[in-house]
């Protein structure tokens, strides 16, 4: 016995690396690997079934829809994934030899004479605990993070997950026991000698190629679909989508893509839709729309123009969506999918300016839960966990100051598209760049903190903090302030959104001691930024008003972006426009719809285009 367990180790010592390196490789690497298996394991097939004519087709028919399920698998559910099945075949076959040299025992069945009940339990003995080793190394492999489901059922984390490795032991033993069956109708000990120790390939692999198939269908078809996260992503080839989708990028197998939307780049949303294997998009710009269904004719990929289209495209909530559309217009597509969605991330600002009071009505009605990103405001969110908002004496926003704020005052009115674009510390669009030079971005977060933890204006204030380090103060009643510190990356708060409450891990630095021993917070010079000065004029409730501000500053900053007006002109015909009488009423009147806000957007365009224009 030890001399044929050394041969197998050693065999195994040489292969398992060679295995391994193709597996993660993946590819074409992992294609002439399979090829290769195939080619031998046919070979022995054909041997061994010489005077079993009727299941030559048969066995090669089997093994090579294992071997193409093989590689689907790999493909769509990662290396990791693949390889913690394989490992539980393995450490099956190996438990069950070595528990069954050692304790001997009564005879399992005639078909294979060596195998016995003590090697039964050895195989699962061992394949659980290896399969939980390997779980505790790499925690983000196969459920941890698609638990939720199986624990809402009921089922409990340590039962489920021995149930898995139990399951696929068992179809590993019942293959070996086939492979065994099939060689004694054959006459035959082994299927081949090409490995020392261990006789022939197919011999060794019995229990993978029937785990493979079972394993595939199980993954696809059954409830393992009901613990990958859904998604939907409205804005996807923004910069927040593009974030997250390079997050989910690294645990694909975790997540399974609903949807994605956008406005009209539709070459990069297509390429998203091949790379995460999205089957619906929309794409809300008309040309584009006609150009996108055009290129995706021969695919399985619809394609919807607008987002009346969700009702067929969600049967039922899915567990996140993120909405980032820049501007106005994401309004619309952030309240009707709320309803299709157990969680929702917010990224645009002025969805939550203008439309607060519509989109926490719908939060209400679907029993969604609501998570801003901005970094501020998922800060502040953070560090109202378990805390209630009764109890805040203060919360401080903090502002980089943007590109310009150590430009002279007296060179504002020279400055160029490319320097206000040019953020310090933040790489975000162009809207929101120039939204942070004039700092109105900074009034806009003042408006949805007041909007989403509903404290009055009166306590929020504004610091200037160069380095970014720090996002969110909150002063409570009891003297204690918690301060929200995270790299200067969007990465952090979109990964959190994303995970909540799941515990994972994000690579990050480490604490930057000198920026702690230089935070350097002064407080907001209104003669640089006289944007500030909005917060003097904004009602104490959520009204229109604020849909005239957001309206004229987006097509001003448009208009600076094509360069048709100087940068210091953007606040000079902001409060110009504000100012009317004709709009200073809608200080008093509120939003009852959707329609209220796009009306009245389009109309201070027209106002400010009309009137305002001709006089520059």
Known sequence: MKKELTKRLLSSLIIAPIALFFIIKGSVFFIFFLGIIFLVTSYEWLNMSKKLKKLKIFGICFLFSSFVLAYLLRKTQGFDLFLFIILISVLTDLGGYIFGKIFKGPKLTKISPNKTY???????????????????FLPGVLFWSYFNGYEQAGIGYNLFTLLIISIISLISQLGDLTISFFKRLAKIKDTGNILPGHGGLLDRIDGIIFVVPFSYIILNFTG???????????????????????IIAKNKNEFDIKLLAANKNYTLLLKQAKQFNVKNLIITDNKSFEILKKKTEKTNIKIYNNFKS?????????????????????????????????????????SIICG??????????????????????????????????????NLFLTASGGPLYKIPLNKIKKVKVSEALNHPNWKMGKKISIDSATLINKVYEVIEAKNIFKIPYNKIQILIHPKSYIHAILKFNNGLINIIAHDTTMKIPIFNTL????NPHLPSNNLDIKILNNLNFKKVDDKRFPMIKLLTLLPKK?????????????ALVELFLKKKIKFHQIHKKLFELIRLKEFTKYKKKYPRNINDIYNLNDYVHLKLFKKVYKSW
């Open 118 to 136: 003590s090697g039964v339990i050895g195989s699962f003995l061992v394949s659980v605990i290896g399969g939980l080793i390997y779980l505790e």
């Open 224 to 246: 393992y679909w009901y613990m990958k996260k859904k998604i939907a992503i409205v804005g996807s080839t923004g910069s927040i989508g593009t974030t997250l989708l390079n």
């Open 310 to 350: 969700l009702n067929k495209i969600f049967k039922k909530k899915i567990d996140y969506a993120m909405s980032s559309i820049v501007g106005i217009k994401g309004l619309d597509p952030t309240i009707n999918i709320i309803k299709f969605t157990k969680k929702i991330a917010i990224a645009n600002k002025e």
């Open 356 to 393: 607060w009071k519509l989109i926490e009505n719908e939060l209400k009605k679907n029993n969604t839960k609501f998570i801003p990103v901005d970094s501020e405001h998922f800060s502040l969110w953070y560090g109202l966990q378990n805390k209630s908002i009764n109890n805040v004496e």
């Open 499 to 502: 995970y909540s409450n799941d």
């Open 542 to 554: 959520n009204s229109l008003y604020e849909t005239v501000i957001v309206s004229a500053n987006d």
